[in-house]
């Protein structure tokens, strides 16, 4: 599904945030990529959404390789990716229904399919009630269900969390990976970039020790080791 | 398809109305600039005009002796048809001059007893003769002067019309370079404010911009709303223009027309008349200027 082959990212002013970057991701599967702050976690999620490219090397995803995505065709790649980050993104002068459709409407939805999707989506993350407020009448965790709504109204194949729990809680954290990890059981490849070691030692899934743009471990059901 | 284009339209029209304020300012300037262009050009199409009217009046009248031969008029004639800048030379007889005389003085009963105790030929021939381009006369004055015909015409009426054409034609050129070079000062300004209001437009949508691109709208579908709400901004200055030019040439009509009584010609007529083209022009202008601006300031800050 996900295929980094030899990825090396390197920045004008001489910053390397990937040096050989080798792995691969299957369908379905939960991974966690972990490392301290400045690791090349984070330049990872970026270049699987191509927010960014890579400077050598090859990311093959679902058979496309993305190395060098025309800008033309970014739009297509990111509808089959859901994005969830840290700080997230919502419009505040919306509503959450409206937040999550807004997502549908720039993509040229329906209103049709808008009215269905949107209280489909609200429903997993458990919002459903919630509808009709406002993002600042929220807190944290529920906010970040919001953007993970909006992340799945595509039903996309593969989901990327970076730092999703960053600004929220331990409770609230735990209940927002248990979310991702429902999301995962329904068949979307959740790609989690994290430095929770609590987190991940929690869900105990496959984990992608990165440190200085490298990958220092690669386990099937791993543990947070830095 | 469809779908897009109506919200990429309420995404323009809520652009607009978020910034108000700042979508009044860039349209009045915009209006500035339409209006001194649009003055300029008018101008342009009056003095043209002016020009056409008073070159039709003009002519050069050969008077020539009344004891001239007929025979030797018609050859004077037939020299300068030959002439290629020539557009027409109208024969008038001795009877023909009398008998236009006659009509003009028909209510002076006095005058016309007075001409009947004269002889038929008190009267001279003449040939009246008119150009293509009023630039030609010099030439053929000179070639009349010149040839053997000059000493059989009693007098020539080539008087300095052709100064008075230049001199409103130089005024009217220098008019139109001044307004030209205040149109351009205008276009620079609007084109600067224009791409302001844009900027600030996108900063302002910078968090909308940005989910846009993550959720997967096209980049077509993210510019479409800044490049609509230029062309809003061209269309309403557009339209504002047309109509205070409409109101003013309204109102302003009877004395234009009066001052140029016996020319028949009016400005608003000629508007109306060309409506469909000066409409059409001056939509195109604004909505040009505005997208143009538009174009680069989205360019430069909206990085899709």
């Known amino acids: 599904m996900i295929q980094f082959d030899n990825v090396s990212k390197s920045f004008p002013d001489g910053t390397v945030a990937a040096a050989n970057l080798s792995f691969s991701i299957e369908p379905g599967e939960f991974v966690s990529i972990v490392g301290l702050s400045g690791a090349g976690k984070t330049t990872i999620a970026r270049m699987i959404i191509a927010e960014e490219k890579p400077t050598e090397g090859s990311i093959v995803i679902g058979g496309w390789d993305i190395s060098n995505i025309k800008n033309s065709e970014i739009p297509v790649l990111r509808r089959q990716i859901g994005v969830v980050f840290q700080d997230f993104k919502l419009l505040q002068r919306k509503t959450v229904a409206e937040n999550v459709a807004f997502a549908l409407q720039v993509c040229g939805a329906k209103k049709k399919k808008i009215q269905k999707i949107v209280p489909q989506v609200l429903k997993i993350v458990g919002l459903e009630d919630k509808a009709d407020r406002f993002p600042d009448q929220m807190s944290g965790g529920e906010q970040q269900r919001v953007v993970i709504a909006r992340a799945l109204v595509h039903r996309p194949k593969i989901l990327v969390a970076d730092e999703p729990t960053g600004n929220i809680d331990t409770i609230t954290a735990h209940e927002i990976i248990d979310l991702l990890l429902k999301i995962n059981a329904l068949g979307t490849t959740v790609v989690l970039v994290t430095h929770n070691p609590e987190i991940v030692n929690k869900i105990r899934k496959r984990v992608i020790t990165v440190d200085n743009g490298t990958v220092i471990s690669n386990r099937k059901s791993g543990k947070y080791t830095l | ?233 061209g269309l309403l200055a557009a339209l504002t223009t047309l109509l205070i030019f409409y109101l003013m040439l309204y109102f302003t009509d009877p004395a234009i027309t009066s001052f140029f009584q016996g020319y028949n010609f009016s400005v608003f007529s000629f508007f109306v008349q060309n409506g469909p083209i000066v409409v059409g022009l001056e939509i195109a202008g604004a909505i040009t200027i505005s997208v143009v601006s538009t174009m680069i300031a989205i360019t430069r800050y909206l990085k899709v």
């Open chain 2, 1 to 233: 398809m469809f779908v897009g284009i109506a919200r990429t339209t309420r995404f323009a029209l809520n652009n607009f109305r978020r910034n108000l304020w700042l979508s009044f300012v860039t349209v009045f300037l915009l209006i500035l600039t339409t209006f001194s262009i649009t003055l300029v050009a008018g101008l342009n199409v009056v003095g043209q005009q002016i020009i056409n009217t008073v070159q039709d009046k003009v002519d050069i009248d050969l008077f020539f002796h009344t004891y001239t031969n007929e025979s030797d008029v018609l050859e004077a004639q037939a020299f300068f048809k030959s002439m290629k800048e020539v557009d027409e030379v109208i024969y008038v007889s001795q009877a023909d001059a009398m008998e236009r005389f006659r009509s003009i003085h028909v209510d002076d009963p006095v005058l016309i007893a007075s001409l009947d105790e004269l002889d038929e030929d008190v009267l001279p021939a003449s040939l009246v003769i008119s150009t293509n381009d009023i630039a030609d006369y010099p030439a053929i004055v000179k070639r009349f002067e010149e040839s053997a015909f000059k000493d059989l015409v009693e007098e020539a009426d080539y008087s300095d019309n052709q100064v008075i054409i230049g001199r409103i034609s130089h005024t009217i050129d220098v008019a139109y370079q001044v307004g030209m070079g205040v149109s351009a000062i205008f276009v620079i300004i609007s084109v600067i404010v224009i791409f302001n209001t844009i900027r600030m437009t996108i900063y302002s949508h910078r968090e909308e911009v940005g989910i846009m691109k993550l959720v997967g709208a096209t980049n077509w579908f993210i510019r479409a709303p800044f490049v609509l709400e230029g062309a809003l901004l």
